[in-house]
């Protein structure tokens, strides 16, 4: 006999939506976090009374009614609107590129003078397979945009040089022939009333969790203490690193509170120049509009990923994905763990996308179960 029907490795948003469904239907569950506090990489705390996102700034967004519904049921969405902007050498510049950042470009005032413009501009680069990222970025938008926004930020991003990185890193690259500032461009949009660690509570409320606590401190414990175990860390780490080291990317954040009212008058301001090491500054108060009387910022730093600090993005290229796909072709044989979110999955899911994903590994995971549980 187990203690637990589950054992949740993490309380970032997949186990904590994952112990939700389960509790629900009356499975025991318990969940193991390491860090301090839950939450994952959507934790906020308050400080100056400004909800700060301790790892990097979160916009909730999605086309996803279902998706959007079942988190409603958690918080109320203000109705922030992601507007960007890229500071390139002391030049501010809207994005996504727009009609606006076309403007403040080239002077251009009509669409048809915006398309002429970009036709001019990517003449020379046009490719029918473009082989890595420059040449992507190169064919799409042209010298002066890739050189002004793209090259020196993706190098800082990813720490190489973009004629080392896939194409499809950037996938395709938006361009807008409107004036329309809105970097998403999904259906529902906000910023959680109060934060998004009260989703996370209300989550797991009425769920055992333990904080401060490895599950590799004691991995065996774990494993024998439930039924199924369910794990949100790094898949590799799980399996003992048996077929290599997958690769992240990481990130360092510097976090300022200011004795002014506002610093810089938007939430997000990204640096697409070489002069700074940082990528972004996010200004936290303008997430929800706020009044107050300082203000707090962060600097955002991305880092080589060692295995003392967290693994933030996957680098999804075909090496890691091979990889990758070892790990998930073992777990596919492991009756005992479920993998998720977006270090199990090796994804680069956005919140809506680890929301659904719980939700019908969840679901399946009822549906494959009830036999034990309906005996
Ligand atoms: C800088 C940044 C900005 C982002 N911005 C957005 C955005 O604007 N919009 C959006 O939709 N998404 C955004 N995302 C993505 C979003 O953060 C993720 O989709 C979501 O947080 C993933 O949830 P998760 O549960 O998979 O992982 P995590 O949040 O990483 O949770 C995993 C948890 O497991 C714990 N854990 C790991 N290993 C162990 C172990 N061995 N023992 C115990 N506990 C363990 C970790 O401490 C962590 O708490 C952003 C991500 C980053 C990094």
């Given at each position: 006999m187990y203690t637990y029907d589950y054992v949740i490795i993490g309380s970032g948003l997949f186990g904590a939506v994952f112990a939700h469904e389960m509790n629900k239907v009356g499975r025991k569950c318990i969940v193991i976090e390491k860090r301090n506090h839950i939450g994952g990489n959507i934790y906020t705390h308050k400080t100056e009374g400004i909800n700060i996102h301790k790892y990097g700034a979160h916009i909730f967004h999605t086309d996803d009614k279902a998706v959007w519904d079942y988190v409603s049921q958690f918080t109320s969405f203000n109705n922030f609107i992601n507007s960007p902007l890229a500071n390139y050498n002391g030049k501010l510049f809207n994005l996504p590129f727009n009609m606006n950042t076309f403007y403040q470009l080239?002077?251009?005032?009509t669409p048809a003078e915006a398309k002429y413009k970009i036709a001019q501009e990517t003449k020379a680069y046009r490719l029918?397979?473009?082989?890595n990222l420059e040449e992507h970025a190169l064919a799409s938008v042209g010298l002066e945009i890739y050189l002004k926004f793209i090259k020196a930020y993706t190098e800082k991003q990813w720490g190489m040089s973009p004629t080392r990185l896939?194409?499809?890193?950037?996938?395709r690259i938006p361009i807008r022939?409107?004036?329309?500032?809105?970097?998403?461009?999904?259906r529902y949009q906000g910023i959680p009333v109060g934060g998004y660690t009260s989703i996370i509570s209300k989550l797991l409320d009425g769920i055992e969790t333990k904080l401060n606590t490895d599950f590799h401190a004691s991995p065996d414990e774990f494993r024998s203490l439930g039924r199924k175990l369910i794990f949100s860390g790094k898949i590799d780490e799980y399996y003992n690193y048996r077929f290599g080291a997958l690769d992240y990317r990481s990130l360092r954040f510097e976090e300022e509170t200011l004795d002014?009212?506002?610093?810089?008058?938007?939430a997000v301001v990204n640096y697409t120049g070489d002069n700074h090491q940082f990528t972004r500054i996010y200004e936290h108060k303008h997430f929800e509009f706020g009044t107050q009387g300082k203000t707090v910022i962060t600097r955002e730093y991305p880092i080589k990923y060692t295995r003392d600090v967290e693994p933030y993005y996957p680098i999804n290229d075909v090496l890691n994905n091979d990889t990758y796909n070892r790990y998930k072709k073992l777990a596919q044989t492991d009756g005992k763990v479920i993998f998720g979110g977006r270090l199990g999955d090796y994804k680069y899911y956005d919140m809506h996308q680890v929301i659904g994903s719980a939700l019908s590994k969840s679901k399946k995971e009822i549906l494959a179960t009830k036999h034990i549980y309906e005996k």
């Open positions: 080239w002077g251009t005032i029918a397979q473009p082989k896939p194409a499809s890193i950037l996938k022939f409107t004036y329309d500032n809105n970097y998403f461009k999904h002014i009212e506002n610093f810089q008058g938007n």
